[in-house]
């Protein structure tokens, strides 16, 4: 059974980091691109980042390019999002995602696919609350 669990959200002031972790199992991790996706209040879905399944690529979002960095670990079936320089506008939840097949992955065709599945698309973690307010 594929299992996502992602812990480290909370509330942090504007300008401050947090670390958001997600453990997975029941799968093999190393061959699937992974996904963190938010969805704030009253909005839809949004990629935030795409990490290959070699950790090789990735992808931002331009709302956090610059401040977000995706990492992985194949070796302990992670994936980690550093989130710095926080806004209030990244307050939302944020959920661990694993794409649904191996393979290489369009950005364009997964963004579409994103926001008009829903969790319907992949498999979706449990999701953490970030709240960035002073």
């Known amino acids: 059974e594929v299992q996502l669990v992602e812990s480290g959200g909370g509330l942090v002031q504007p300008g401050g980091s947090l670390r958001l972790s997600c453990a997975a199992s029941?799968?093999?991790?190393?061959?699937?691109?992974m996904y963190w996706v938010r969805q704030a209040p009253g909005k839809g879905l949004e990629l935030v980042s795409a990490?290959?399944?070699?950790?090789?690529?990735?992808y931002y979002a331009d709302s956090v390019k610059g401040r977000f960095t995706a990492s992985r670990d194949n070796a302990k079936n992670t994936v980690d999002l550093q989130m710095n320089s926080l806004k209030p506008e990244d307050t939302a939840v944020y959920y661990c995602v694993r794409d649904p097949r191996i393979g290489d992955r369009n950005l364009g065709w997964l963004i579409f696919q994103i926001q008009n599945k829903g969790t319907d698309f992949g498999y979706w973690g449990q999701g953490t609350q970030v709240t960035v307010s002073s």
């Open positions: 029941g799968f093999t991790f190393s061959s699937y691109w």
């Open positions: 990490i290959e399944s070699g950790g090789g690529t990735t």
